[in-house]
């Protein structure tokens, strides 16, 4: 319900902001541009379902054959303690849980293209648990929040746009972010497990809480002394390895069941496609909303209205990060108009200003909130989201103070 209150207003806003631009400041083409930019936004939506396409039939292949030779189940029993607590209402024995696992370790390497065919295995998954098919129910809820708060241990693509800009130390962001997706990633739990009353405290769950978290410690201090080449060196050596040696060790579990590894994988990869097509009109819905409210200008008049709050306020300081504001309040909307954002700002003020690295946090910081939603949910034909927005977007914005005030401890002095 959330999420149509939020496109109807995109298209109102927009209407709106063009009408004033045309009735009082003269401006005759905001109207051409809105449609163009709608036009584009309804092809970009194809063409990215259609991008999607191979890799969700490879990867969805790949699962069954995990599947089928139980190495999903595997996987299900090494996290079982922590998601029976995480996800109550997931059977014990679930080979949900094995995905949901894939899924997020995925995500904390890098690897956008396992992730989201994973991911969208275990919304399926769960929605056959599922008993009110239009509703999403909190174990989907609490994956997709997981997914949205971007949790990502080597921001390795956002190093290589900041080389392209001429950053003199491309990786000088790579501790700041990994804190920044940190905090993110903690709001996102704490929100939904305040919604549906898990317990954070239970024993079990800290202890994995804290195993992260001196995860998370040890990375830093690894890394705190490499080079950039040695980041993207063990980033690239060590995806790699992860995920063919995943592919490999489903096929072996699926040799050792004798199970028909090849038949698996086609009748996975039939699955895969059929989902990709169901993605088609969510995708081309949210897009298209998000296009027309940049193109009217909606996004430069919230920019201009912040920078002037900070004037008002006396927060002289706080006019530093309105430049890289556009970013951060891009991510959650479109992955590929902040990725633009962030990179038009490090090529106008610089890839080793205050403002280029803040907006380097900004992106690294959160993940995409209302794309996944609308791939996510709409792979499963959800349209109740609940309290999936609310909580994507409150890890969003965990996010984003925490990466403002984590660039003015890192690099206050730029």
């Not at 051409?32 to 990867?59: E, H, M, P, R």
């Not at 497990?193 to 995860?215: C, D, E, K, S, T």
């Amino acid at each position: 319900m959330l999420l149509n209150y939020i496109w109807i207003a995109f298209f109102l806003l927009a209407f709106v902001i063009a009408l004033v631009k045309l009735l009082f400041l003269g401006d005759a083409n905001v109207f051409s541009s809105i449609v163009q930019a709608l036009f584009d936004a309804s092809a970009s939506g194809f063409t990215i379902a259609l991008g999607l396409t191979g890799v969700l039939s490879l990867w969805m292949g790949v699962m069954k054959i995990g599947e089928r030779g139980g190495a999903t189940r595997f996987l299900s029993r090494l996290i079982a303690p922590l998601f029976r607590r995480l996800f109550p209402g997931l059977p014990r024995d679930s080979p949900v849980h094995g995905t949901i696992a894939m899924n997020l370790a995925a995500n904390m390497l890098g690897l956008d293209n396992a992730a989201t065919p994973v991911g969208l295995k275990a919304m399926q998954q769960m929605q056959e648990l599922n008993p009110d098919k239009t509703r999403a129910s909190n174990a989907q809820i609490m994956l997709l929040v997981l997914n949205t708060s971007g949790l990502t241990l080597v921001p390795v693509s956002i190093m290589v746009y900041r080389a392209g800009c001429g950053a003199e130390n491309p990786a000088d962001v790579f501790l700041p972010i990994l804190l920044a997706t940190y905090f993110s990633t903690m709001a996102g739990l704490v929100a939904v497990a305040i919604y549906q009353r898990i317990n954070l405290f239970h024993p079990v769950v800290l202890a994995y809480l804290a195993a992260g978290a001196l995860l998370v410690a040890g990375a830093l201090w690894y890394f705190s002394g490499a080079s950039r080449e040695e980041v993207e060196t063990l980033s690239s050596v060590t995806s790699g390895l992860l995920l063919f040696s995943v592919i490999v060790g489903f096929i072996i579990a699926g040799l050792r069941r004798r199970v028909n590894v090849y038949d698996a994988f086609i009748e996975g990869a039939r699955e895969g496609f059929s989902v990709a097509v169901k993605i088609i009109p969510y995708l081309v819905a949210i897009l298209a909303g998000v296009a027309v409210f940049r193109a009217a200008g909606c996004m430069e008049i919230i920019e201009t209205g912040l920078a002037r709050a900070c004037e008002l306020a006396g927060w002289e300081t706080g006019t530093d990060i309105i430049p890289a504001l556009p970013t951060a309040l891009m991510k959650p909307l479109s992955g590929s108009g902040a990725r633009g954002l962030m990179i038009d700002v490090m090529n106008a003020r610089g890839a080793d200003s205050f403002v280029g690295r803040l907006a380097s946090l900004f992106q690294g910081a959160t993940d995409t909130t209302f794309y996944i939603i609308a791939v996510y949910f709409g792979a499963v034909n959800i349209k109740n989201t609940r309290h999936a927005i609310p909580c994507g977007l409150l890890a969003d914005l965990a996010g984003i103070i925490a990466a403002i005030f984590i660039a003015y401890l890192f690099f206050r002095d730029a």
